[in-house]
């Protein structure tokens, strides 16, 4: 069984298809008429508890969950409080073990997206494992990739300077601290911008650890001990849109408010890999986008304002025609079940 929750329609049908199965077949009816009077066969194993997602990934948090003191978009848990530091890689779920920024990723693809059926979405070394991945796939027509496959492997084995993927592919890439450890950033935007769909999406996290980018001043490698190429800065910004996208940042309230004041100083102690002076002084303010106030962003799990920034990068051009065929292609993909060659 998924691990995602069934809607009353489609628990009803595989109630229906079950039912048929069984009145059909004469050893299934017989198994069943001996369950009804005997109950289990002796022996057999108790069904164990399995992590749920919910049915609808666009389906908005209630007041309720709101309410509690730490509540997870992806899983839906909510409870006192997540595990860990107020770090942007931790405050993990108890449930689904998603971290903030994961959550945070979530959160800006599925509030910004425009809902559609059968997206192709396509995500680059995501952190989590099978059961997000196995929920991701029964939301979407979805694929995970992996190039440094030291770590873990995925679905796909992918290079963002060499996407092996056709035109037009995929309607929204997540792509969650991948490009930072791409030598060659600008042949892999020409090739992001080559397999979106027209009017698809990047939703792109990289560490803003500083206001403007520039290579280590010394060898630096992340915990997989994966190499980094660039540490970004808010430059990235005009860059993509160099590219062809229309980009964004996306951020909590916190942070629009410290740029759009001229702060040159974060109110509170900051973790000390952030240089958050530098990151004020290059923030341009007007290129902020605010997707979560301060109240609801700390329920996600998101304390530290400035850990929080995603690049949400829009292909341009669709018109009617395009979307008549990007709507085509989801729909080939779907019944396929990949978007992948």
Known sequence: MSVVEETPTARLGRRARRGAQILTSPTLLREQIEYLRHGPAPGTPPVEPTLRFPADPWHPLTESQWRSPAVCNICRWSGEAFDGARHVEFQLCPRCGSSARDRFLLWCFTTR???QPWLRVLETSPRMGAPYREAMGAWFTYAASDYDERAHRAMLRIDLQAIDLPDAAVDVLLTPHVLEHVP???????????VLAPGGRMYLQVPILQGFTAPPTEPEFHGDQTPVFWRFGFDLTERLRDHGFTATVLCTQPFSDA??????????????????ASMLGGVVPEDLRVVLSQRRAERLGLWNAYQFL?????????????????AAGRLRAHLRGTFAP
């Not at 060659?184 to 080559?194: H, K, S, V, Y």
């Not at 740029?259 to 958050?276: C, I, K, L, M, N």
């Not at 995603?310 to 990007?326: I, K």
Request: hydrophobic share 35%.
């Open 184 to 194: 060659d950033t600008d042949a892999a935007l020409e090739e992001i911008l080559r």
């Open 259 to 276: 740029a759009r004041r001229g702060d040159a100083a974060w109110s509170t102690d900051t973790a000390p890999e952030f240089d958050v």
């Open 113 to 115: 997206t425009p809902r």
């Open 310 to 326: 995603t690049f949400e990068c829009v292909r341009h051009g669709r018109g009617l025609a395009g979307g008549a065929a990007n």
